[in-house]
């Protein structure tokens, strides 16, 4: 019987010091979902703050909202420079038990306080250095003899023309930005290297890669791999495609260049583009996403109303979808102009609009 007693007494030691430690591991983790949902609070308000400057900013050209990005992204990184914060987090990333959800945004924000664990006077320098690039680019618009040109406008004489000496032109005065970004690039590039040194990384590519979850060896494995296995291949349809461009503009083999092909970054099929735009020429192309997405199930109406789709001065020429408070309010900009490569681009962006719209808000921040 006193065994019994014993045994029976052993079993509720060890049942209440489970409980204790599962309490224990509770409290902890309560106590830290308190403290993320502050942190994150001050982060969500900052980040919408900084997603509504960058509209303004890529759909104005304006120096004043470059001026704003800049210290608004400043701000944003200098939250995750807190080193009590960053310490706070990684003690708590050494409990054994935690939630696997916790313990993703745990790693996550280990990453980014990694990355922004510098000198609050190099994170503003960084700022504003991508802020002043971001609204030269937007600004930019290319001259031929005098004439400034259009992205879209620069597109056309690529797609059409036929005089190999204005194709040429055309396509250096898409280029000609380079010139102007390039120095303020490299800077960016040494700053961004030297704070990736302050932080332990060689260079600033390794540091992101690696607070990226990316293994850089085998990331580069698969593209040598890749590239091996493909080559053949592309020589083959780069000869083709040269030798027909080659017939249609008159010259030898040897003279063609990019000037040749159908847009500023090679990206449209070189051959084909000229009788896939004549598809558009007359087309609805907004019509035909909404109705695209629409067969789909899903309804953008909300999506077109919120973005800005038409090109103007000042305005970022590319494009690009904004999920500017990751809730609701999701935008994109594009330039429409009736042909493949703008159906091609807003299918595209309209794509992220609806994937950021459909994410499940009861996902963690």
Known sequence: MRNIKIFFMSVLFLFSTIVYALD????????????????????????????RAVWILETTGSKDAASLVGSLSSELKILFSDKDIYEKIVSFNKEEEIDPLLKRQI?????????????????????????????????FRAKIDGKVYSENSLRDILKEEKDVDLRKKAWDASKIVGIELAPKIVELAHLRNKAANNLGYENYFDMMLDLSDINKTKLIRTFDDLKNKTDESFSKILLHVNETLSNEFKVSLDEIG????????????????????????????????????????????????????YERDGKNQHAFCLSVNRKKDVRTLNNIKPNVQWMETLL???GHGVYDLEIDEKLPW
Do not use: R
């Not at 980014?112 to 664990?117: C, D, S």
């Open 107 to 139: 790693h996550i924000l280990i990453n980014t306080f990694k990355g922004n664990m510098l000198p609050k006077e190099i994170l503003e320098e960084i700022s504003t250095k991508e802020a002043a690039l971001n609204q030269i680019y937007a600004n």
């Open 24 to 51: 224990e591991v509770n409290m902890n983790q309560n106590n830290f979902q308190n403290f993320l949902d502050d942190f994150i609070s001050k982060v969500e308000l900052k980040e919408e703050q900084l997603n």
């Open 258 to 309: 990019p000037w040749a092909y159908k847009d500023p970054f090679c990206q449209m099929d070189p051959i084909e583009t000229s009788k896939l735009n004549e598809l558009f020429q007359d087309k609805d192309l907004l019509k035909i996403s909404k109705s695209f997405y629409e067969q789909m199930g899903f309804k953008v109406d909300d999506l077109i109303d919120s973005s800005d789709l």
């Open 348 to 350: 595209h962006e309209f």
